[in-house]
């Protein structure tokens, strides 16, 4: 517990300080208000990372996990047509999540899908690597894909914040479905 919660410090002092070293943050608008916002942003997602009981992976480490053939399972919980089949991180499989956090299971904001279809995709193993991420740090749908794997007993999970919006921001290659 105690290296999760030095990787989430690590992660929200590393949010504020990108957020500030940036030179078009320090251009635009009131740095201030700004910074207010960009803590809203990074106090969220610890809180939701403290309360789902996942790890966080950056976008840097991901790729490096990729390309080292480090055995996973990507899940992309953004909308199938309206984002995974435009672009996503090379070999993501698909699952909607609902944006809000999901308490209880409801499959009507699962575009159908039932608990059990997710546990048929995450699979046996419940050591199993499981990266799941959305659209930017902001959204929730890789919060909820997280939680709902540790829920169901998956104890390697992680959630990749910076979704496919940093994934591009990074210039690396993403897939688009046939």
Not at 82 to 89: D, E, L, R, T
Request: charged fraction near 25%.
């Amino acid at each position: 517990m105690h290296a999760l919660t030095w990787s989430l410090k690590v992660l929200v002092v590393g949010l504020l300080i990108s957020c500030l070293s940036s030179p078009a943050f320090a251009l635009f608008g009131n740095k201030f208000e700004k910074e207010v916002e960009t803590e809203a942003v990074a106090i969220k997602l610890l809180r939701e990372v403290q309360s789902g009981g996942y790890k966080v992976v950056t976008t840097h480490e991901l790729k490096q996990w990729i390309d080292s053939g480090k055995e996973m399972l990507i899940v992309d919980a953004m909308p199938y047509g309206a984002s995974y089949k435009k672009g996503h991180i090379p070999g993501a499989v698909q699952f909607l999540f609902p944006i809000p956090e999901m308490e209880q299971w409801d499959s009507t904001k699962t575009a159908g899908k039932t608990r059990q279809d997710y546990v048929n995709l995450l699979g046996p193993d419940k050591d199993r690597r499981i990266v799941i991420y959305c659209g930017f740090t902001k959204c929730g749908r890789s919060h909820n894909g997280a939680m709902w794997a540790v829920k169901l007993g998956y104890r390697n999970v992680y959630r990749y914040p910076g979704g496919i919006f940093a994934w591009k921001g990074a210039k690396y290659p993403v897939e688009k479905a046939e």
